[in-house]
T-cell receptor, first 115, second 119 residues
Framework: AQSVAQPEDQVNVAEGNPLTVKCTYS??????LFWYVQYPNRGLQFLLKYITGDNLVKGSYGFEAEFNKSQTSFHLKKPSALVSDSALYFC?????????????FGKGTRLSVIA | GAVVSQHPSWVICKSGTSVKIECRSL??????MFWYRQFPKQSLMLMAT?????????EQGVEKDKFLINHASLTLSTLTVTSAHPEDSSFYIC???????????????FGEGSRLTVL
């Protein structure tokens, strides 16, 4: 079975500082990993994904994430946070070997960037 | 990226009535759509997987007679909440995966969500 853990419910960071939102996963096959962002009363917006290749993945709005197989982690990072980055962030995984399977989401981490 | 549209965005209904939520893929054909439910301050819970032209596959604990899913065409899936009760109040989000793109990378395109409030 697939699972995702986001250990932090809330992350607070000052504007201009680097931010990290943590994610660890469990999957039986090859992990396909994703980050999505959700603004209030809105659907999810895709940020980035890791399928294969370079462990460091760059995505939208200056975000990046690093795939670490040994630690089964896929932490989301940004070098310099903006107030507009404040939102709810979801990490998701699917088993790449299991065909047309849905994504399994973590419980989400609320990021608050303070000016 | 591809666009998925949900309608309505907001709906308020009386207890006992049925509500239909539409999910449309606007610029691609979606052989598979997924319906998620999100409770306040919680993650997305997969309700069912909808495949065009066949019956939906429901997750454990989701009542198929309560949440009717129809995927009659490659661009439209509907979720009908039958005999809605206040505990059905939630944020419902659909997502779609394209057809024939050769994309097995799993990226889903999400609708904007539909907030249902049952009085």
């Amino acid at each position: 079975a697939q699972s995702v853990a986001q250990p932090e419910d809330q992350v607070n960071v000052a504007e201009g500082n680097p931010l990290t939102v943590k994610c660890t996963y469990s999957v039986s096959g090859n992990p396909y990993l994703f980050w999505y962002v959700q603004y209030p009363n809105r659907g999810l917006q895709f940020l980035l994904k890791y399928i294969t290749g370079d462990n460091l993945v760059k995505g939208s709005y200056g975000f990046e994430a690093e795939f670490n197989k040994s630690q089964t982690s896929f932490h989301l990072k940004k070098p310099s946070a903006l107030v507009s980055d404040s939102a709810l962030y979801f990490c998701a995984v699917r088993d790449g070997y299991s065909g047309n399977t849905p994504l399994v989401f973590g419980k989400g981490t609320r990021l608050s960037v303070i000016a | 990226g591809a666009v998925v549209s949900q309608h309505p965005s907001w709906v308020i209904c009386k207890s006992g009535t049925s509500v239909k939520i539409e999910c449309r893929s606007l610029d691609f054909q979606a052989t598979t759509m997924f319906w998620y439910r999100q409770f306040p301050k919680q993650s997305l819970m997969l309700m069912a997987t909808s495949n065009e032209g066949s019956k939906a596959t429901y997750e454990q604990g989701v009542e198929k007679d309560k949440f009717l899913i129809n995927h009659a065409s490659l661009t439209l899936s509907t979720l009908t909440v039958t005999s809605a009760h206040p505990e059905d109040s939630s944020f419902y989000i659909c997502s779609a995966r394209g057809a024939g793109t050769g994309d097995n990378t799993g990226e889903l395109f999400f609708g904007e969500g539909s907030r249902l409030t049952v009085l």
